[in-house]
């Protein structure tokens, strides 16, 4: 019996090249511009902020342009790359492709979860790092930093593993934290046997737990006044974000008042019109009726 052909190896085409070079950020332009807003954004502001404490981490990633000698299109990296602009840098380290496409770096984005982040930050923490660079490497406050560095204190390391890769929020661990280890790690599998991770389903196994397996309030006057603390500036902040808002929808109803009643103004006018009127009671009736019912609720003063 023959053996079958053996399959030829086939060979993979290098992606990027093997080095990178520095080049002028005025030879770099991005493949597309940056959608407006973009540099208001959370994200661009710690973009800004990790680039300004601890420079360029990841590489900008280059090709050249076809058509301009010397020239350089962004593949990967604009937010860095008007991060280094608005910085006053002169240059970036690029990473050179091969293909012109961008596909490839925005499907391998991988966010981080709660546990995770919490864990790298701990053990930045533990290693020496001051929780105010931490702070300012990530564009936070210090109070966010603190809150991530405790975020797995009191729960079990079995729960804590199985839940480090699911996008689990930070209120479900505050949740698990009630629980004894035990009943955590119980908690743990039923969330990721039913895919639910959020805080409402970790409280509803929490009010099915036994109180033997839930961990006693704490006692001491000093905890409840840092928690008290806690949910006060919490909800200072969530007054503040609320009187944003608000004042956002006056800004806007006024100007959408407006444009509603020049509308309906001009409906009416419309319908006032005999040709208009019995067209339409012809052709659309339905509509017909629609514009009628309108017109009827604005009242007289949109007239």
Known sequence: MSKPDAIP???VERAFESETVQLALEVLRPHRPLVTGATRCKKFLQVLASVATVGLVEPLVVIAE???EGRYVVLDGRLRLEALRRLGKQSATC???TEDETYTYNRHVNRLTAGQDARMIAQAVDRGVPQERIAAVLGVDGRTVKTKVRLLTGVCS???ALLADRNCPA???EILKCMKPLRQLEAAE???SQSNFTSAFARAIKLATP???LVPAPASRGGQEEAAREQIDRLEREIVSLQAKVTDVEDRYGVEHLHLSVSISYVNSLLNNGHVRDWL???APGHYANLQELTATAGPRAR
Do not use: G, K
Request: with cysteine; net charge negative; hydrophobic share 50%.
């Open 9 to 11: 190896a086939r060979i």
């Open 66 to 68: 076809r058509d301009v």
């Open 95 to 97: 990473l050179l492709a």
């Open 158 to 160: 079995d729960a804590a």
């Open 171 to 173: 209120a479900t661990y």
């Open 190 to 192: 039923l969330m990721c």
């Open 211 to 213: 109180p033997e397996q």
């Open 281 to 283: 009671a012809e052709n």
